[in-house]
């Protein structure tokens, strides 16, 4: 049986003047799939991801996300995801339960839901020694897995992490894909760009943009398989050559 689809791009294309940073793209992402957006700097990943979450109108095309409209319907489209930038995004001068306190509420969540959680939140990161710490306090790994976690506090049907485990070690990484793992069993859909090949192996489907197309989308093994190659590296590095344009 096929799974609901969230996310249905057909031409989509974005243009600035007479360049065109995405063209014509078009892939479906399933329910609870976790769906890797890869591509080199200036390859367009990051203006299709903006025109995804609602933040910059599309040129022409179609795209529905969580069933809206990305021409018409973008408050929709931002009430129904989570967005984590590798940039960290919680307030550093609140401390964890405040800054859970202050995204539930943004996102519309009751006291109780808020309540509840918090909780919830700070047991599952083994947070209950710092749960009153400034986040500025805590080190990187922990600032990470607590932005995705805020990220998700409304569960939404999909949530979007633009490079979210830059800079942080390797241990801290597979940690922070556990979290992944455990959104996407509970039916959150969860669409990554990364830089790290090694994390394309995680995903159930990877697409691998080049000069503002797609050039490969597929699972990792296929992948491997069809382009003749050891690992996710190797595939991306034999596309990426393609590129004529420069970041």
Same mark, same amino acid.
Request: proline share 1%; with cysteine; glycine share 8%.
């Given at each position: #049986?096929?799974?609901?689809?969230?996310?249905?791009? @057909?031409?989509?294309?974005?243009?600035?003047? &007479?360049?065109?940073?995405? &063209?014509? /793209?078009?892939?479906?992402?399933?329910k609870s799939e976790i769906f890797g957006f890869l591509g080199a700097n200036g390859a367009g990943k990051t203006t299709a991801m903006r025109m995804l979450c609602g933040l910059s109108i599309p040129t022409s095309g179609k795209a529905l996300v969580a069933g809206y409209d990305v021409f018409k319907d973008t408050d929709n489209i931002k009430n129904s995801i989570g967005y984590m930038s590798q940039k960290f995004s919680l307030y550093e001068d609140l401390t964890i339960r405040e800054n859970i306190r202050f995204y539930g509420g943004i996102y519309g969540l009751t006291k109780k839901q808020i309540q509840d959680k918090t909780s919830y939140l700070v047991d599952h990161l083994h947070l209950q020694n710092h749960q009153n710490s400034l986040v500025k306090s805590l080190p990187l790994g922990w600032k990470q897995k607590l932005a995705f976690s805020v990220a998700i506090v409304h569960d939404p049907a999909i949530?979007?992490? &633009?490079?979210?485990?830059?800079?942080?070690d390797p241990v801290t990484r597979r940690e922070f894909w556990e979290l992944i793992y455990d959104a996407s069993e509970r039916g /959150?859909?969860?669409?990554?760009?990364?830089?790290? #090949? &090694?994390?394309?192996?995680?995903?159930?489907?990877?697409? /691998? #943009?080049?000069?503002?197309?797609? @050039?490969?989308?597929d699972t990792p093994k296929a992948l491997k398989i069809n382009y003749d190659s050891a690992s996710m590296d190797e595939v991306f590095l034999k596309l990426a050559r393609k590129a004529v344009r420069g970041e």
């Open positions: #049986m096929n799974k609901e689809k969230v996310i249905v791009a @057909e031409g989509l294309t974005k243009r600035f003047g &007479d360049f065109v940073a995405v &063209d014509h /793209i078009s892939f479906e992402v399933s949530v979007f992490l &633009d490079e979210p485990t830059g800079g942080v /959150i859909t969860i669409f990554v760009t990364t830089h790290y #090949m &090694d994390e394309a192996e995680y995903c159930n489907r990877v697409s /691998i #943009m080049v000069d503002g197309r797609i @050039e490969a989308l």
